[in-house]
Each structure stands twice: as structure tokens, then as C-alpha cells.
């Protein structure tokens, strides 16, 4: 998904605030300042439609820079386009671009809370951002509404695991991946997981 037209309103960067308590959530670090945009009034659909095609076909072959061109120009001309909001998230992550990505995702769920690929998404990005109690926090947003979401638990074990040394958090996390996966290309490493973390 992806907005167009009128020029995206420029959001403002993500900003640091003081970290939780560490005792109170087994993890300090930075916490991502949410940028909580209200939906956007829609606008002219059909001429957003025509470039986020243009966006999705330089997606699909790699051009992120022109994809993103295009998802914002579908933004400008359909302020409610979900799936531009939603893929200018997806190709500014991966160009490396955190605030358009972060922005993107914000904006998508602002337009619909219930995507499970766009609260995913923006998980992720938060962690790759260094913002890894918030990514929890959406992750645990995620499996609230969708409780079956194996690659929610198995990122959110890695979060518990990894960074904030939650084991036992962990563990029922992975459980409930092998659960739902038995054949999840990190399943050995799970069960491997599992056995020298009773």
C-alpha cells in the first residue's frame, strides 16, 4: 500500500526519551517518541492508483528510490491510501530510511489498527532502529489480535532472549512457534534454544 499526489507532510524524527525503568521491564534502552498521526482525508483514488502501480512496478525490481518516489506522489493524491503508507514503509526500510519508514507504518495503522503486515512491519522497523521495547510492545499488539502469528512470536522470542535476558518469556514464545511451525527453517535452533534454557 502506498499514498500519492500532494506532497507528504514532512514528519518529524523520531525522538529519544528517557529509558522505562530497567527493573520494571528487564531491558533499558531508548524508547521510540510516537508520532500518533491522526487518518488522513482521502482524496483523488484513481490518480493515486496510477502511481502506486508505477511505485509497486519499480518495487518489484529493486528501484526502492523510485518506488518511494512514486508511493509519495500516491500519498499526495489519496491521503487515505493504506497500501502506499504501507509499502513507502516496507521500501524506505529498506533503503535505510527510519523516520520515512517508521512515519509510514505510524500513518498505515492510523488508517487501519487491525493490519497485522503493517503493525509487523513496523516492528521491525522500530528494532532495527534500536528501539527494541517498543517493537516488543507492537509485537505484542500483533499477537493480541492475532495470536497465531509465528514470525510475531519467533521475532518477540529473539527480543526476550537476545536483548532484554528474559528466558522464561522466551521460551513460551518459542513454544508456541514450534507449536504453530514445526518445520520453521529455525527450528533446530530452537529446540537447541529450548534444551540449554530449561
Known amino acids: 500500500p502506498t499514498r500519492t ?3 507528504a507532510p514532512k514528519p518529524e524524527p523520531p525522538r529519544v526519551v528517557a529509558p522505562a525503568a530497567p527493573a520494571a521491564l528487564g531491558w533499558s534502552g531508548p ?3 510516537y508520532l500518533s ?3 488522513p ?3 483523488e483514488r484513481a490518480d493515486a492508483q496510477t502511481h502506486f502501480a508505477q ?3 519499480m518495487q518489484r525490481i529493486g528501484k526502492n528510490s523510485d518506488a ?3 508511493y509519495q506522489r500516491a500519498i499526495r493524491a489519496d491521503g487515505a491510501f493504506f497500501e502506499a503508507y504501507h509499502n513507502l514503509g516496507i521500501v524506505a526500510a529498506h533503503m535505510g530510511d527510519l523516520l520515512k519508514s517508521t512515519a509510514a507504518y505510524e500513518t498505515a495503522l492510523a488508517l487501519d489498527p487491525a493490519s497485522a503486515s503493517a503493525r509487523f512491519n513496523f516492528a521491525l522497523a522500530l528494532q532495527r532502529g534500536g528501539y527494541l521495547r517498543d517493537a516488543a510492545v507492537e509485537l ?5 489480535q492475532t495470536p497465531d502469528d509465528s514470525s510475531a512470536h ?3 522470542a529473539n527480543l526476550h532472549s537476545q536483548s532484554f535476558n528474559q528466558p522464561a518469556k522466551a521460551r513460551a514464545h518459542y513454544l508456541r512457534v514450534l507449536e504453530l511451525r514445526p518445520q520453521h527453517p529455525q527450528a533446530t535452533a530452537i529446540r537447541f534454544w529450548l534444551r540449554e534454557n530449561p
Open 5 to 7: 499526489e500532494p506532497p
Open 31 to 33: 524508547r521510540y517518541a
Open 37 to 39: 498521526p491522526a487518518a
Open 41 to 43: 482525508t482521502p482524496g
Open 55 to 57: 511505485g509497486l512496478a
Open 68 to 70: 518511494s518516489a512514486a
Open 140 to 144: 505484542e499488539k500483533l499477537l493480541a
Open 154 to 156: 519467533f521475532v518477540l
